[in-house]
């Protein structure tokens, strides 16, 4: 039994110097542009959309916001992650966020009446990413989770969110908003994605790593 014991113990002190080894800190992240990031997409589970009388919920479910995260991964040199968040490289790969996006009811996608676009706060944020296992997944990941996409305001907002992939912990996420434009569901609301890392860009990295030390 103590032989058991010993080697018990052995193995628990490997794993967690494994899970030491592999987790990234923010400090680690702003100040090197080689901790591997990769952009995990958008996700829409707990969004909703005001003031759209043209919108149809189950085709914005089941088509819109895969385009939205699509067309956002298509198109690097607009929305430049690299040049946002000070990387040498990034990777994407939003089949986690497709995979929840596609379970999402439909019927409660759309809502009129009282509009009340600040639903989520910083505990929502932790309980939707331990929705998710990462598995094999290292360095840091950028995941955006939509709150409100409001036609009325022409304004969406959403929590930019930075997560320690080994270990599945929330770094760190900030409420942003910005201005869609644009012809088509896709276009329109993928514009405040444009929008925000072009705010992170100009200012909110700087302010993020300042925080970081």
Do not use: C
């Amino acid at each position: 039994m103590k032989h058991v014991s010993k080697w018990l113990f052995a193995a628990m002190l490997l794993f967690m110097g494994t899970q030491s080894a592999s987790a990234q800190t923010l400090k680690e992240f702003f100040n090197s542009s080689e901790v591997p990031l990769t952009y995990l997409g958008v996700d829409f589970t707990h969004a909703k959309v005001f003031n759209d009388i043209a919108a149809n919920a189950m085709d914005i479910r089941d088509r819109q916001f895969a385009a939205i995260n699509q067309v956002i991964v298509n198109e690097p040199k607009k929305y430049d992650f690299q040049k946002a968040l000070s990387k040498s490289s990034v990777t994407n790969d939003i089949s986690f966020v497709n995979a929840k996006n596609a379970k999402i009811d439909a019927e409660k996608i759309i809502e009129s009446g009282e509009v009340k676009e600040e639903r989520l706060n910083k505990s929502t944020i932790e309980s939707i990413i331990k929705g998710y296992q990462f598995t094999g997944k290292k360095g840091i990941g950028l995941m955006f989770i939509m709150e409100s996409m409001n036609k009325a305001s022409a304004t969406a907002s959403m929590y930019v969110t930075f997560v320690d992939l080994a270990s599945g912990k929330v770094l760190l996420t900030e409420r942003m908003t910005a201005k869609a434009a644009g012809f088509g569901f896709r276009n329109y609301w993928a514009k405040t994605i444009y929008e925000v890392l072009d705010d992170i860009r100009k200012s909110k990295y700087k302010q993020w790593k300042a925080t970081a030390g």
